[in-house]
């Protein structure tokens, strides 16, 4: 990738415990010569920090609104500028206000603007996931060409075993070069 332009991602980190697995995720992009820009939830502030993001992507972190340094609002020109969104992980919270168009911090507000393919990593208990009003959810996001990759069956940080976790890191990074080189790909 040296000779043309990095392409740009969003990592959207939100509250799930499984925001630590972002950490390897950012790393490993970042490896592969993308340029990550990070936005934390408020939530995800509570389990990862900044700095970690900071460190790993070189890049600024959008943790909100309104800590902009510039006139521009910093998750539009991000949304116009990314070649893909990807939230990992990505909660039952987000993807409901996704599926609504409730825009109401950084990550869903930026998820809005973005015109581009997205990759939604769920991550959460066996029965949010499960819940009709999330399966629901997320058959309208395939719907609108959103992609998924997992979650994983397999014991859960609350001590349950069933679909929940969030795909590993290096799944999710071969995900994300798959749907950046297929470029004319319809949307799925």
């Known amino acids: 990738m040296n000779a043309e332009k990095k392409k740009k991602i969003i990592l959207g980190v939100t509250g799930g415990i499984a925001a630590y697995k972002s950490a390897e995720l950012c790393s490993l992009l970042c490896k592969a010569s993308?340029?990550?820009?990070v936005i934390m939830t408020a939530n995800a502030q509570k389990l990862m920090t900044e700095r970690c993001f900071l460190t790993l992507s070189r890049n600024p972190v959008i943790c909100n609104l309104w800590d902009v340094p510039e006139w521009r609002p910093e998750h539009i020109e991000l949304s116009e500028s990314a070649d893909l969104l990807v939230v990992a992980p990505c909660t039952a919270n987000f993807i409901g206000k996704?599926?609504?168009?409730?825009?109401?911090?950084?990550?869903?507000t930026t998820a809005m603007a973005f015109r581009g393919k997205v990759l939604l990593a769920p991550a959460m208990n066996t029965r949010m996931w499960e819940?009709?009003?999330?399966?629901?959810?997320?058959?309208?996001?395939r719907s609108r060409g959103v992609f998924f990759i997992g979650p994983e069956s397999g014991?859960?940080?609350?001590?349950?075993?069933?679909?929940?976790?969030?795909?590993?890191?290096a799944e999710i990074a071969e995900e994300v070069k798959r749907l950046l080189r297929d470029e004319s790909a319809p949307v799925e």
Do not use: F
Request: glycine share 10%.
């Open 155 to 169: 014991r859960l940080a609350c001590g349950d075993i069933g679909p929940g976790r969030m795909s590993e890191a």
């Open 34 to 37: 993308y340029d990550v820009h």
């Open 98 to 108: 996704y599926t609504h168009g409730i825009a109401d911090d950084a990550l869903t």
């Open 131 to 141: 819940s009709p009003a999330l399966q629901e959810n997320c058959a309208v996001l």
